[in-house]
Protein backbone atom coordinates (compact mmCIF):
# COMPACT_ATOMS: atom_id res chain seq x y z
CA UNK A 1 0.00 0.00 0.00
CA UNK A 2 2.93 2.65 0.67
CA UNK A 3 4.42 1.95 -2.55
CA UNK A 4 1.26 2.99 -4.11
CA UNK A 5 1.05 6.04 -2.70
CA UNK A 6 4.24 6.81 -3.32
CA UNK A 7 3.04 6.19 -7.51
CA UNK A 8 -0.07 8.52 -6.00
CA UNK A 9 1.52 11.56 -4.26
CA UNK A 10 2.29 13.83 -7.35
CA UNK A 11 -0.84 13.01 -8.36
CA UNK A 12 -2.49 13.78 -4.67
CA UNK A 13 -0.93 17.04 -4.14
CA UNK A 14 -1.66 18.43 -8.00
CA UNK A 15 -5.30 17.82 -6.64
CA UNK A 16 -4.94 19.15 -3.38
CA UNK A 17 -3.85 22.26 -4.79
CA UNK A 18 -6.36 22.33 -7.50
CA UNK A 19 -9.98 24.50 -6.81
CA UNK A 20 -11.26 20.84 -5.74
CA UNK A 21 -8.98 20.19 -3.52
CA UNK A 22 -9.92 23.45 -1.44
CA UNK A 23 -13.08 23.06 -1.66
CA UNK A 24 -13.18 18.96 -0.94
CA UNK A 25 -11.93 18.98 2.24
CA UNK A 26 -15.43 20.13 3.45
CA UNK A 27 -17.32 17.87 1.35
CA UNK A 28 -15.09 15.24 3.38
CA UNK A 29 -15.60 16.20 6.66
CA UNK A 30 -19.44 16.21 6.08
CA UNK A 31 -18.98 12.72 4.86
CA UNK A 32 -16.55 11.50 8.01
CA UNK A 33 -19.60 12.89 10.06
CA UNK A 34 -21.84 11.17 8.82
CA UNK A 35 -20.10 8.14 8.80
CA UNK A 36 -19.25 8.13 12.33
CA UNK A 37 -22.29 9.33 13.24
CA UNK A 38 -23.99 5.96 11.47
CA UNK A 39 -21.29 3.40 13.11
CA UNK A 40 -22.30 5.19 16.24
CA UNK A 41 -26.33 4.66 15.56
CA UNK A 42 -25.81 0.28 14.06
CA UNK A 43 -23.58 -0.40 17.38
CA UNK A 44 -20.29 -0.49 15.55
CA UNK A 45 -18.49 1.99 17.29
CA UNK A 46 -18.56 4.21 19.67
CA UNK A 47 -16.84 7.67 21.53
CA UNK A 48 -14.98 6.88 24.29
CA UNK A 49 -13.92 10.02 27.36
CA UNK A 50 -11.71 7.84 29.32
CA UNK A 51 -7.84 8.25 28.73
CA UNK A 52 -6.62 5.36 29.91
CA UNK A 53 -8.06 3.47 27.59
CA UNK A 54 -6.29 5.10 24.70
CA UNK A 55 -3.40 2.81 23.02
CA UNK A 56 -1.63 5.28 21.34
CA UNK A 57 0.97 7.56 23.54
CA UNK A 58 0.92 10.29 20.95
CA UNK A 59 -3.12 10.65 21.20
CA UNK A 60 -2.99 10.21 25.31
CA UNK A 61 -1.11 12.75 25.74
CA UNK A 62 -3.27 15.14 23.75
CA UNK A 63 -6.21 13.61 25.13
CA UNK A 64 -4.91 14.63 28.89
CA UNK A 65 -3.69 17.95 27.90
CA UNK A 66 -6.82 18.87 26.76
CA UNK A 67 -9.11 17.43 29.42
CA UNK A 68 -6.52 19.29 31.58
CA UNK A 69 -7.55 23.06 29.96
CA UNK A 70 -11.29 21.65 30.16
CA UNK A 71 -11.57 21.21 26.32
CA UNK A 72 -14.25 18.16 25.80
CA UNK A 73 -12.34 15.65 24.10
CA UNK A 74 -13.39 11.76 22.99
CA UNK A 75 -11.63 9.26 20.80
CA UNK A 76 -13.27 6.18 18.66
CA UNK A 77 -13.57 2.84 19.45
CA UNK A 78 -14.75 0.10 16.55
CA UNK A 79 -15.31 -3.12 18.10
CA UNK A 80 -13.69 -2.49 20.92
CA UNK A 81 -10.85 -1.13 19.32
CA UNK A 82 -9.28 2.02 19.93
CA UNK A 83 -7.80 3.31 16.50
CA UNK A 84 -5.91 6.94 16.33
CA UNK A 85 -9.19 9.45 15.97
CA UNK A 86 -10.45 11.79 18.21
CA UNK A 87 -13.11 14.22 17.84
CA UNK A 88 -12.99 17.69 20.25
CA UNK A 89 -14.78 20.77 20.93
CA UNK A 90 -13.56 23.86 20.07
CA UNK A 91 -15.83 27.12 21.06
CA UNK A 92 -19.32 25.42 19.69
CA UNK A 93 -17.98 23.57 17.13
CA UNK A 94 -16.68 19.90 17.18
CA UNK A 95 -13.85 18.89 15.37
CA UNK A 96 -12.63 15.16 14.19
CA UNK A 97 -8.68 14.59 13.72
CA UNK A 98 -6.59 11.60 13.06
CA UNK A 99 -3.32 11.60 15.20
CA UNK A 100 -3.21 15.12 15.66
CA UNK A 101 -5.46 18.22 15.64
CA UNK A 102 -3.71 20.05 12.70
CA UNK A 103 -5.42 23.45 11.89
CA UNK A 104 -6.05 23.38 7.82
CA UNK A 105 -2.90 24.95 6.06
CA UNK A 106 -3.51 27.71 3.60
CA UNK A 107 -0.86 26.66 1.55
CA UNK A 108 -0.51 22.98 0.57
CA UNK A 109 2.98 21.15 2.30
CA UNK A 110 2.31 17.52 1.66
CA UNK A 111 5.59 17.50 0.03
CA UNK A 112 7.63 18.00 3.63
CA UNK A 113 7.15 14.28 4.28
CA UNK A 114 8.72 13.68 0.91
CA UNK A 115 12.67 13.47 1.56
CA UNK A 116 14.10 14.30 -1.40
CA UNK A 117 11.88 17.64 -2.34
CA UNK A 118 12.52 18.16 1.68
CA UNK A 119 16.04 18.22 1.30
CA UNK A 120 16.19 20.54 -1.78
CA UNK A 121 14.29 23.35 0.04
CA UNK A 122 16.37 23.14 2.91
CA UNK A 123 19.59 23.22 1.09
CA UNK A 124 18.11 26.21 -1.39
CA UNK A 125 17.63 27.87 2.26
CA UNK A 126 20.98 27.36 3.44
CA UNK A 127 19.96 24.88 6.27
CA UNK A 128 22.64 21.39 6.07
CA UNK A 129 21.04 18.42 4.84
CA UNK A 130 23.06 15.27 3.72
CA UNK A 131 24.23 15.04 0.49
CA UNK A 132 22.31 12.71 -1.94
CA UNK A 133 19.75 12.33 -4.36
CA UNK A 134 16.24 10.07 -4.85
CA UNK A 135 16.75 7.47 -7.90
CA UNK A 136 13.97 5.41 -9.38
CA UNK A 137 16.00 2.32 -10.57
CA UNK A 138 18.48 0.37 -9.60
CA UNK A 139 21.13 1.50 -12.07
CA UNK A 140 20.31 5.23 -10.94
CA UNK A 141 21.45 4.20 -7.79
CA UNK A 142 24.32 3.03 -8.39
CA UNK A 143 25.50 5.29 -10.76
CA UNK A 144 24.82 8.01 -7.54
CA UNK A 145 26.73 5.62 -5.38
CA UNK A 146 29.85 6.16 -7.01
CA UNK A 147 29.74 9.44 -6.66
CA UNK A 148 29.17 9.91 -2.85
CA UNK A 149 30.83 9.76 0.28
CA UNK A 150 30.94 6.23 2.23
CA UNK A 151 29.42 4.98 3.58
CA UNK A 152 25.88 5.51 2.75
CA UNK A 153 22.34 5.01 3.87
CA UNK A 154 19.12 4.30 1.97
CA UNK A 155 15.46 4.65 2.65
CA UNK A 156 12.16 4.77 1.11
CA UNK A 157 11.29 7.93 -0.55
CA UNK A 158 7.93 8.07 1.56
CA UNK A 159 7.34 6.61 5.08
CA UNK A 160 9.11 7.24 8.45
CA UNK A 161 10.29 5.82 11.61
CA UNK A 162 12.83 3.97 10.15
CA UNK A 163 11.17 1.66 8.63
CA UNK A 164 13.19 -0.45 5.25
CA UNK A 165 15.67 1.94 6.23
CA UNK A 166 20.06 0.33 5.92
CA UNK A 167 23.41 2.52 6.90
CA UNK A 168 26.61 1.80 6.72
CA UNK A 169 26.63 0.91 2.78
CA UNK A 170 30.34 0.53 1.88
CA UNK A 171 30.12 -1.64 -1.27
CA UNK A 172 27.85 -2.00 -4.54
CA UNK A 173 26.65 -5.49 -4.00
CA UNK A 174 25.76 -3.95 0.19
CA UNK A 175 23.50 -1.02 -1.86
CA UNK A 176 21.83 -4.08 -4.10
CA UNK A 177 20.41 -5.59 -0.91
CA UNK A 178 19.61 -1.88 0.80
CA UNK A 179 17.57 -0.41 -2.49
CA UNK A 180 15.67 -3.29 -2.73
CA UNK A 181 14.77 -3.33 0.85
CA UNK A 182 13.60 0.21 0.70
CA UNK A 183 12.00 -0.80 -2.83
CA UNK A 184 9.66 -2.77 -1.21
CA UNK A 185 7.66 -0.07 -0.03
CA UNK A 186 8.50 2.90 -2.42
CA UNK A 187 9.21 3.52 -6.15
CA UNK A 188 11.64 5.88 -5.12
CA UNK A 189 14.75 4.92 -3.06
CA UNK A 190 16.78 8.27 -1.55
CA UNK A 191 20.79 7.71 -1.34
CA UNK A 192 22.71 9.67 1.21
CA UNK A 193 26.27 9.72 2.81
CA UNK A 194 25.83 9.09 6.14
CA UNK A 195 26.23 11.60 8.77
CA UNK A 196 27.95 9.70 12.14
CA UNK A 197 26.11 10.69 15.18
CA UNK A 198 22.70 10.13 16.98
CA UNK A 199 19.22 10.94 15.54
CA UNK A 200 17.44 13.79 17.04
CA UNK A 201 14.14 15.32 17.02
CA UNK A 202 13.43 18.87 16.49
CA UNK A 203 9.51 19.33 16.99
CA UNK A 204 8.43 22.88 15.65
CA UNK A 205 4.83 24.23 16.87
CA UNK A 206 3.23 27.35 15.62
CA UNK A 207 6.82 28.46 14.51
CA UNK A 208 8.82 27.84 18.02
CA UNK A 209 10.91 24.75 18.18
CA UNK A 210 9.10 23.32 21.56
CA UNK A 211 11.31 20.05 21.89
CA UNK A 212 14.84 18.30 20.77
CA UNK A 213 14.89 15.06 21.97
CA UNK A 214 17.72 12.31 21.29
CA UNK A 215 16.55 9.22 19.96
CA UNK A 216 18.79 6.57 20.61
CA UNK A 217 19.50 2.56 19.17
CA UNK A 218 20.09 -0.04 20.86
CA UNK A 219 23.93 0.34 22.09
CA UNK A 220 26.76 -1.91 24.23
CA UNK A 221 30.28 -1.19 25.92
CA UNK A 222 32.86 -3.65 25.56
CA UNK A 223 34.55 -4.94 28.39
CA UNK A 224 37.39 -7.08 26.50
CA UNK A 225 35.62 -10.27 27.61
CA UNK A 226 32.07 -11.12 26.55
CA UNK A 227 30.92 -11.75 22.98
CA UNK A 228 28.81 -8.76 21.10
CA UNK A 229 26.04 -12.15 21.84
CA UNK A 230 26.80 -12.49 25.54
CA UNK A 231 26.94 -8.33 25.98
CA UNK A 232 23.22 -8.35 24.08
CA UNK A 233 22.60 -10.82 26.79
CA UNK A 234 23.82 -8.54 29.68
CA UNK A 235 21.86 -5.29 28.32
CA UNK A 236 18.60 -6.75 28.42
CA UNK A 237 18.83 -8.62 31.82
CA UNK A 238 19.70 -4.66 33.21
CA UNK A 239 16.94 -2.58 31.14
CA UNK A 240 14.96 -0.23 32.91
CA UNK A 241 11.28 0.46 31.49
CA UNK A 242 10.40 1.55 29.48
CA UNK A 243 13.70 0.98 27.31
CA UNK A 244 12.30 -3.12 25.36
CA UNK A 245 13.98 -5.81 24.78
CA UNK A 246 16.30 -6.14 22.00
CA UNK A 247 15.74 -8.81 20.47
CA UNK A 248 18.80 -10.51 18.11
CA UNK A 249 17.14 -11.19 14.47
CA UNK A 250 18.63 -11.92 10.84
CA UNK A 251 18.95 -7.63 10.74
CA UNK A 252 21.47 -7.93 13.56
CA UNK A 253 23.66 -10.42 11.81
CA UNK A 254 23.69 -8.19 8.68
CA UNK A 255 23.88 -4.86 10.68
CA UNK A 256 26.84 -6.14 12.55
CA UNK A 257 28.65 -7.44 9.69
CA UNK A 258 28.33 -4.16 7.62
CA UNK A 259 31.16 -3.01 10.70
CA UNK A 260 33.02 -5.92 10.60
CA UNK A 261 31.57 -7.72 13.66
CA UNK A 262 29.49 -11.14 14.44
CA UNK A 263 27.54 -12.17 17.56
CA UNK A 264 30.90 -13.94 18.74
CA UNK A 265 32.98 -10.83 18.18
CA UNK A 266 34.69 -9.94 21.59
CA UNK A 267 33.92 -6.42 21.64
CA UNK A 268 37.31 -4.20 23.41
CA UNK A 269 37.07 -2.56 26.41
CA UNK A 270 35.49 0.94 26.27
CA UNK A 271 34.39 0.69 22.62
CA UNK A 272 30.81 1.62 21.77
CA UNK A 273 28.82 0.21 18.86
CA UNK A 274 25.30 0.48 17.86
CA UNK A 275 23.52 -2.50 17.32
CA UNK A 276 20.92 -1.27 14.60
CA UNK A 277 19.68 1.74 12.75
CA UNK A 278 16.19 1.93 14.90
CA UNK A 279 16.21 4.32 17.19
CA UNK A 280 13.79 4.27 20.77
CA UNK A 281 12.65 2.40 23.03
CA UNK A 282 10.98 0.27 21.18
CA UNK A 283 13.79 -1.39 19.50
CA UNK A 284 15.76 -1.58 22.78
CA UNK A 285 17.25 2.05 22.98
CA UNK A 286 17.00 5.11 24.40
CA UNK A 287 15.80 8.79 24.54
CA UNK A 288 16.67 11.97 26.43
CA UNK A 289 14.98 15.79 26.22
CA UNK A 290 17.99 18.04 25.47
CA UNK A 291 16.19 20.93 24.47
CA UNK A 292 17.77 23.08 27.50
CA UNK A 293 20.84 22.03 26.24
CA UNK A 294 21.00 21.92 22.49
CA UNK A 295 23.06 24.55 20.98
CA UNK A 296 21.75 27.55 20.05
CA UNK A 297 22.51 28.07 16.58
CA UNK A 298 20.63 24.40 16.04
CA UNK A 299 17.75 25.62 17.45
CA UNK A 300 18.14 28.92 14.88
CA UNK A 301 18.10 26.27 12.12
CA UNK A 302 15.19 23.95 13.45
CA UNK A 303 12.87 27.32 13.37
CA UNK A 304 14.15 28.47 9.89
CA UNK A 305 13.63 24.83 8.38
CA UNK A 306 9.90 25.80 10.02
CA UNK A 307 9.62 28.46 8.29
CA UNK A 308 10.84 27.01 4.95
CA UNK A 309 8.25 24.71 5.30
CA UNK A 310 5.23 27.05 6.24
CA UNK A 311 3.37 24.53 8.46
CA UNK A 312 1.71 25.20 11.99
CA UNK A 313 3.31 21.22 13.07
CA UNK A 314 6.01 19.08 12.05
CA UNK A 315 8.84 17.33 13.60
CA UNK A 316 12.02 17.51 12.23
CA UNK A 317 14.98 14.42 11.90
CA UNK A 318 18.59 15.80 12.15
CA UNK A 319 21.71 13.83 12.75
CA UNK A 320 24.94 15.85 14.52
CA UNK A 321 27.62 14.12 16.48
CA UNK A 322 27.26 16.60 19.45
CA UNK A 323 24.04 19.02 19.21
CA UNK A 324 25.54 20.98 22.47
CA UNK A 325 28.35 22.04 20.33
CA UNK A 326 28.31 24.97 17.62
CA UNK A 327 26.91 23.06 14.28
CA UNK A 328 29.16 24.58 12.23
CA UNK A 329 32.26 22.89 13.34
CA UNK A 330 30.55 19.66 12.91
CA UNK A 331 29.23 17.57 9.33
CA UNK A 332 25.46 17.28 10.16
CA UNK A 333 21.92 17.50 8.79
CA UNK A 334 18.01 17.44 8.74
CA UNK A 335 16.88 13.97 7.28
CA UNK A 336 13.38 14.34 7.19
CA UNK A 337 9.93 16.35 8.34
CA UNK A 338 7.21 14.29 9.82
CA UNK A 339 3.74 16.62 9.65
CA UNK A 340 2.45 13.95 12.02
CA UNK A 341 4.98 13.85 14.54
CA UNK A 342 4.91 11.58 18.03
CA UNK A 343 4.58 14.49 20.26
CA UNK A 344 4.76 11.82 23.41
CA UNK A 345 8.23 11.43 22.77
CA UNK A 346 9.09 14.90 24.44
CA UNK A 347 6.52 13.79 27.10
CA UNK A 348 8.26 11.06 28.04
CA UNK A 349 12.05 10.90 27.78
CA UNK A 350 13.94 8.27 29.24
CA UNK A 351 16.40 10.81 30.37
CA UNK A 352 16.01 15.01 30.92
CA UNK A 353 13.01 17.10 31.74
CA UNK A 354 9.68 16.27 29.64
CA UNK A 355 8.41 18.82 27.54
CA UNK A 356 4.83 19.74 27.64
CA UNK A 357 4.43 19.94 23.32
CA UNK A 358 0.71 19.14 23.52
CA UNK A 359 0.24 22.42 25.15
CA UNK A 360 1.68 24.26 22.59
CA UNK A 361 -0.50 22.38 19.96
CA UNK A 362 -3.78 23.06 21.28
CA UNK A 363 -2.15 27.04 21.86
CA UNK A 364 -2.65 26.90 18.27
CA UNK A 365 -6.47 26.11 18.48
CA UNK A 366 -7.15 28.44 21.45
CA UNK A 367 -5.26 31.53 19.51
CA UNK A 368 -7.50 30.53 16.81
Excluded: C
Excluded at 37 to 49: A, V
Excluded at 173 to 199: K, Q, T, Y
Amino acid sequence: MEWVAGKLAPYEQRLTNSWFGRYGWKLATGLERFFFRLFTIFGIGRWNTDSTKITLDRGRVMFEEAQRRGIPIKSFVIYGKHIDTYKAKIGNTWMIFQGLPRLEKKVQTTWIDDKAVLKNKLLEAGIPAPRGGSTRTLEEALALFRTLEKPVITKPRSGSRGRHTTTMIYTEDELRDAWSIAHMISPDVVLEEHIFGSVYRGTVVGGELVGVLAGEPPRITGDGASTIRELIEKKNASRVEPIGEYKITKLTHDFLARSGYTLESVLPAGITIDLSEKIGTSYGGSSAELYDEAHPKIKEYLRRAGAVVADNLVGFDFIIPDPTADPETQKWGIIEGNTLPFINLHHDPVRGTPRNVAKHVWDLWIKE
